[in-house]
């Protein structure tokens, strides 16, 4: 008797190895930088550097997807808000807690909502909007603004997050004529580049101690990208993102453990809320488009 393959427990184990991957990058990048003071663009700049050689036979093989697109403005503006979201996520991680960090860049989904209802002019149901301000509202509840411990530091990843859902908003609009080769190529291809000229007012040298850090960075940045996406062709994006979010689980641990990151009860709460919204957000998207591929954003 013939088997089932197990495609959807294979899918939720790539997305488990993702966010591991994803909260060791994390820990490396706030060691580089917290603890060692490498500047943190430079940071970034040799954590993607290193990240794109991972994925040049990818691209040599699929080069001639470089020649198809019409779109050429609308792949720098993505890679643009991209570096962005990158600079300002490295940025954050300098000066907050790994906790707070990915507990704000959870709110990137309703970022995302809102830039598709506005400048793709996507329908944005009473329900989604009701998401939206649920998440807004935990995200309100972590950082307490209300707070004398308030930093304006604890906006970064919030920024970030904003940057990334601008992103993920061209690459909607990008992938109506470009297939996903052409769009992945250009933003592995320009985010270097784009690195580069952020980087050229702190210098491209690393402290030495920090040398294996970045290095780990960037090879574990291409595997859990790799993995990610792999997970993304094997299962919709409602099946994934519970496991998605045990990413949030990896950082909390790693932050409190090389740290002593310990989260406060707002944290809790406010990532509830987001989590409860983004479920729901999604579930409301996947029942509107039961036969769409997952996208990974």
């Given at each position: 008797?013939?088997?089932t393959?197990?495609?959807p427990?294979?899918?939720?184990g790539l997305?488990?190895?993702?966010?591991?991957?994803f909260?060791?990058?994390?820990?490396?990048?706030?060691?580089?930088?917290?603890?060692?003071?490498?500047?943190?663009?430079?940071?970034?700049?040799?954590q993607?550097?290193?990240?794109?050689?991972?994925?040049?036979?990818?691209?040599?093989r699929?080069r001639s997807a470089v020649?198809s697109t019409?779109?050429?403005?609308?792949?720098?503006?993505?890679?643009?808000?991209?570096?962005?979201?990158v600079?300002l996520?490295t940025?954050g991680?300098?000066?907050?807690?790994?906790?707070?960090?990915i507990a704000?860049?959870?709110?990137?989904?309703f970022?995302?909502?809102?830039?598709?209802g506005?400048?793709?002019r996507e329908?944005?149901?009473?329900?989604r909007?009701?998401?939206v301000?649920?998440?807004?509202?935990g995200?309100?509840?972590i950082?307490?603004?209300?707070?004398?411990?308030?930093q304006?530091a604890?906006l970064?990843?919030?920024?970030?997050?904003a940057?990334?859902?601008?992103?993920?908003?061209?690459?909607?609009q990008l992938?109506?004529r470009d297939n996903?080769e052409?769009?992945?190529i250009?933003?592995?291809?320009?985010?270097s580049p784009?690195?580069?000229?952020?980087t050229?007012?702190?210098?491209?040298?690393?402290p030495?101690?920090?040398?294996w850090l970045?290095?780990g960075?960037?090879?574990?940045t291409a595997l859990?990208?790799?993995?990610?996406?792999?997970?993304?062709?094997?299962?919709?994006?409602?099946?994934?993102?519970?496991?998605?979010?045990l990413?949030?689980v990896f950082n909390?641990?790693?932050?409190?453990l090389?740290f002593?990151?310990?989260?406060?009860?707002?944290?809790?709460?406010?990532?509830?809320l987001i989590l409860v919204?983004s479920?729901?957000?999604?579930?409301?998207?996947?029942?509107a488009?039961?036969?769409?591929?997952?996208q990974?954003?």
């Amino acid at each position: 008797m013939a088997q089932t393959r197990p495609t959807p427990l294979k899918a939720a184990g790539l997305m488990v190895i993702a966010g591991a991957c994803f909260a060791l990058v994390n820990t490396a990048l706030q060691s580089a930088t917290m603890l060692h003071g490498a500047f943190a663009p430079t940071v970034t700049f040799w954590q993607y550097l290193i990240a794109l050689l991972f994925y040049i036979p990818w691209i040599w093989r699929n080069r001639s997807a470089v020649l198809s697109t019409r779109q050429i403005l609308s792949h720098v503006l993505r890679v643009a808000l991209a570096v962005g979201g990158v600079q300002l996520w490295t940025l954050g991680l300098a000066h907050v807690p790994i906790w707070q960090a990915i507990a704000l860049i959870l709110l990137s989904p309703f970022f995302v909502t809102i830039g598709a209802g506005l400048f793709l002019r996507e329908e944005v149901s009473l329900h989604r909007w009701g998401a939206v301000v649920v998440g807004i509202i935990g995200g309100m509840v972590i950082l307490a603004p209300w707070s004398d411990r308030f930093q304006l530091a604890a906006l970064l990843p919030v920024a970030a997050a904003a940057f990334w859902a601008a992103s993920s908003v061209v690459t909607k609009q990008l992938t109506r004529r470009d297939n996903t080769e052409t769009v992945t190529i250009y933003l592995l291809l320009l985010l270097s580049p784009a690195n580069a000229l952020l980087t050229v007012s702190t210098g491209f040298a690393l402290p030495q101690t920090t040398l294996w850090l970045v290095i780990g960075a960037g090879l574990l940045t291409a595997l859990a990208q790799h993995t990610l996406v792999r997970a993304y062709t094997l299962a919709d994006a409602a099946f994934l993102q519970p496991f998605d979010h045990l990413k949030l689980v990896f950082n909390v641990g790693l932050g409190a453990l090389v740290f002593g990151f310990m989260p406060d009860g707002n944290m809790w709460l406010g990532t509830m809320l987001i989590l409860v919204a983004s479920i729901y957000l999604l579930n409301r998207e996947a029942r509107a488009r039961p036969t769409s591929p997952a996208q990974n954003a």
